[in-house]
């Protein structure tokens, strides 16, 4: 268990996946996070559940509070050992927990594990430029935004600008 102040990232369990089912086919975190936009079956998520387990590329946990609540996922992934360096992801399903700091917690959390315990030295994120929320919450951990890959995310008919953000081990967090 990785824990913050509010929030502890575990390894994602089997019997937490069925969350992941409504929040794969919930519109509004798809259009928020980049998920694939369309209907997932309990199958699909069981396959990308399934497929998380082996991949030596990527560390899944899921973000609960401390009472037990779980609220959503993080992930370390792209993890590249030479290099020192990962992508991370964000997304928390439970609507309640929005505007609340545990993304932020959650974001803090899993970037002081890969800096301390994987020992990496670079991690980035990716967000859609529609989702300021979610450029607030990598800014507050820390995040510099590094640049726009212009239409780079595709959804109901249109193109989107994908903000690019990078934090390094070296960086001080000013927040």
Not at 74 to 86: F, H, P, Q, T
Not at 89 to 105: C, F, H
Not at 106 to 135: C, G, I, T, W
Not at 140 to 169: A, P, S, T
Request: aromatic letters at 12%; charged letters at 25%; proline letters at 2%.
């Amino acid at each position: 268990m990785i824990a913050g102040p509010r929030v502890r990232l575990w390894a994602l369990e089997r019997f937490d996946i069925s969350k992941n089912y409504q929040w794969g086919n919930d519109w509004e975190l798809i259009s928020l996070t980049g998920m694939a936009p369309y209907p997932k079956s309990t199958v699909d998520i069981e396959r990308w559940y399934d497929s998380n387990l082996n991949n030596t590329t990527a560390k899944l946990f899921s973000v609960k509070t401390h009472e037990g609540e779980y609220i959503g996922n993080i992930e370390l992934s792209a993890i590249d050992w030479r290099v020192g360096k990962c992508e991370l992801g964000l997304i928390l399903g439970e609507k309640n927990a929005w505007n609340q700091g545990y993304g932020t917690e959650a974001v803090n959390a899993a970037v002081d594990f890969a800096f301390k315990e994987m020992r990496l030295h670079r991690v980035s994120a990716k967000v859609l430029a529609y989702n300021p929320r979610a450029q607030r919450c990598f800014e507050k951990c820390g995040f510099v935004r590094e640049g726009v890959e212009r239409q780079g995310f595709y959804l109901q008919g249109e193109f989107h600008d994908v903000v690019m953000f990078g934090r390094l081990k070296t960086d001080v967090k000013t927040t």
